[in-house]
């Protein structure tokens, strides 16, 4: 069976509300020269983050996307950088919100549920899209709040919703490498949320909603733990001590392999 459609009742408040929370952090900020992430400062990640809202109205409008290599997108959002020398975060945060406000409106121009070009030319749900941008708000908010040491709780149902907008992307982001020579059924049991099954045969993955005659490794995932250690953001080892993220089923061992199944979206 197809994945079920990620309808908009879920997708607006969702976004709106992940938006303004954000927002309302970066208002508040202490000193934005602080590192939050990699090369990046607060600054720098907020004016990265305006660049992709701000992208994002004419990919609901159908435009497409100016990123050719869904793989090599790091590239153009240093461009971004470049091009966009804005760094203070309360002037960022009210770019966010005016953005997030353009897409809801742009959303609505073929419909929430339609299939529009993202990155690399991959097809994608519109509702699906507005996932990635409650992701950026969920994932950078941590490490804004990281950079200042104040606390931040990822919404577990938003990370809900952002593990189901994956979905539809992720087999255009396999590792090969990991991948190839690879035979087995993963079934992902996210807690309180979706259960979907990841099919690996002969170096090509589908991902499918119907339970397979046989699964070789179940996992079972809290929504906030898995987002976060799928986005490096925590090591996989607490979560597995604390059993938040637990392998089984007949080979619990490809457990670890799953997670390397996949390059960064």
């Known amino acids: 069976m197809p994945l079920p ?21 970066l208002r508040t900020v202490k000193d934005p020269t602080k590192t939050a992430i990699g090369y990046w400062d607060i600054g720098q990640l907020a004016a990265h983050v305006s660049h992709l809202f701000s992208l994002y109205p004419s990919l609901a409008r159908g435009e497409g996307s100016p990123i050719e290599d869904h793989r090599n997108m790091s590239e153009y959002w240093d461009l971004g950088l470049e091009r966009h ?39 994608a749900p519109v509702a699906g899209i507005a996932g990635f941008l409650i992701n950026e708000c969920e994932i950078h ?3 804004v709040s990281r ?4 606390p931040w709780v990822v919404d577990p149902d938003r990370a809900r919703f952002v593990i189901d907008a994956h979905m539809p992307v992720l087999p255009h982001f396999t ?36 339970r397979p005659a046989r ?46 199944l996949f390059e960064s979206v």
């Open 147 to 150: 950079a200042e040491d104040r």
């Open 141 to 143: 908010g941590l490490d």
């Open 5 to 25: 459609p990620l309808e908009r009742g879920r997708a607006e408040p969702a976004l709106k509300l992940a938006t303004d929370r954000f927002a309302d952090l």
């Open 175 to 210: 590792n090969e490498a990991e991948i190839e020579g690879l035979n087995a059924v993963f079934e992902l049991d996210v807690k309180g949320g979706s259960t979907t099954y990841f099919i690996v045969r002969d170096g090509q993955l589908t991902i499918d909603t119907d």
């Open 85 to 123: 020398r804005e760094r203070n975060p309360g002037t960022l945060a009210d770019r966010i919100e005016d953005a997030t406000d353009d897409f809801i409106a742009a959303a609505d121009v073929h419909g929430w549920d339609s299939l529009v070009d993202w990155h690399g030319g991959i097809k």
């Open 215 to 260: 699964v070789d490794c179940r996992i079972s995932a809290d929504p906030v733990d898995y987002l976060l250690v799928g986005y490096g953001r925590k090591s996989q080892w607490g979560p597995l001590v604390k059993g938040k993220v637990l392998a089984l089923g007949r080979k619990p061992w490809l457990g670890l392999k799953f997670g390397k």
